[in-house]
């Protein structure tokens, strides 16, 4: 990712990734212009001040990425928070913890109570499935903690 010119205008991000490559199977990298795809989110922290909220300092890598992957087109931010919510409780996205496709599946497969009604998830394995591939990879080749986007201080 760089900041360029854009003919006048602020400057926008161009990205040398190819925008049909995979991040993770089924997830690819996408364009800065494509909201929410990979690519916009490493570009909306490359311009990104350090007064902006998009990300919480208050919870770890492993929460943030389970909230997104666990949201997105066809999930309501009330399911996202209350299966988010349930995975939390059960560890999911604890330190070390690398849980398996099938247990993460298992949680999303039982109806979870968004606003006093019993619903269920809609993408269960689809998303068990990206889930438990990230956490394995946040878990076995973490952000370096010297990395200056990670440090608060770039």
Known sequence: ??????????????????PD??????????RPEWVPSAAYWAAMSEIADNSDDFVSTETTLKEQVGFCLLGGFGITAEMNHAIFDRLDAEGIFRPHNIPTAAEIERLLRLPVNVEGKLRRYRFPNQRSS???????????DPPSPDDPRHSGTS
Do not use: H, Q, Y
Not at 1 to 18: E, F, I, Y
Not at 131 to 140: D, N
């Open 1 to 18: 990712m760089r900041l360029t010119g854009c003919g006048g205008k602020p400057a926008c991000v161009r990205s040398d990734r190819v």
């Open 21 to 30: 490559a995979e991040v993770i199977p089924g997830v690819k990298w996408g």
């Open 130 to 140: 990206r889930l438990a591939t990230a956490l394995r990879l946040i878990e076995e």
